[in-house]
């Protein structure tokens, strides 16, 4: 899979996708991800990317030409599978369209930033919007990083135990089961019995019950 990154802001991107699971992801060849700095896609002497609104009105609005420039350059090398604009209106993310998005072969992420990017951009150049939850953040960064490390994961072969993404919450509209680790008894606090028994149908039939019972506590919803 590979995922081109359109962003004004690079250097956010030192972080989190460049460590663990993600990076050895791409050490592995199983996906390349590329970040894509905006501004020398604008063709004035200021290299600016942003404009007033027409209209009138506070806060500057990204310009279609850097954008459209930008993706252009991207779209001779890679036919892409999505085109997909990073926004707070957009459909709200969860695994299930992580799931179809990791099918893939090529996407990109376009961060909005400021107040906002022209209108002819979404109407125009993307093939899809995605937020990731009902709150507002600065810009598109963060929430591309959210989505490229969702996606990452559900590759088959980055993680070490092929299984485990299949484990996580939400993989089955349930939560996943409480875990627990040695020692078997902290400070009086004792972990449940049938996982040290050693039966293995006993211990997958707790897991799953207490998986019903955390959803039904914590995303009742989930259930429905
Ligand atoms: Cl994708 N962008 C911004 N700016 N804020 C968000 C978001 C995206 N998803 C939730 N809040």
Excluded at 190 to 214: C, F, Q, T
Aim: proline fraction near 5%.
């Amino acid at each position: 899979m590979k995922i081109d990154i359109i962003t004004c802001l690079p250097e956010i991107f030192d972080g989190p996708i460049t460590q663990s699971i993600v990076k050895r992801a791409q050490k592995k060849g199983l996906v390349e991800i590329c970040i894509h700095d905006l501004r020398p896609f604008s063709d004035n002497i200021k290299k600016s990317i942003d404009d007033y609104a027409f209209g009138g009105g506070a806060g500057m609005v990204m310009m279609i030409e850097p954008i459209d420039r930008c993706i252009s350059y991207l779209k001779k090398k890679t036919p892409y599978d999505e085109i997909i604009f990073m926004t707070p209106d957009g459909e709200r993310l969860n695994q299930s369209m992580c799931n179809k998005l990791s099918l893939n072969k090529n996407i990109i992420l376009l961060c909005g930033h400021y107040k906002g990017i022209d209108q002819r951009v979404r109407d125009h150049l993307i093939t899809q919007e995605i937020s990731i939850g009902d709150y507002v953040l600065s810009g598109g960064e963060l929430a591309a990083m959210v989505v490229t490390d969702s996606l990452v994961r559900l590759i088959p072969g980055v993680l070490n135990d092929e299984s485990s993404a299949l484990t996580d919450s939400f993989q089955d509209s349930l939560l996943a089961p409480p875990v627990y680790t040695r020692p078997a008894v902290y400070k009086g606090w004792e972990v449940p019995k049938i996982l040290l028994s050693g039966n293995d149908a006993a211990i997958n039939d707790w897991r799953y019950e207490a998986a019903i019972k955390r959803t039904k506590d914590k995303r009742p919803h989930l259930l429905d």
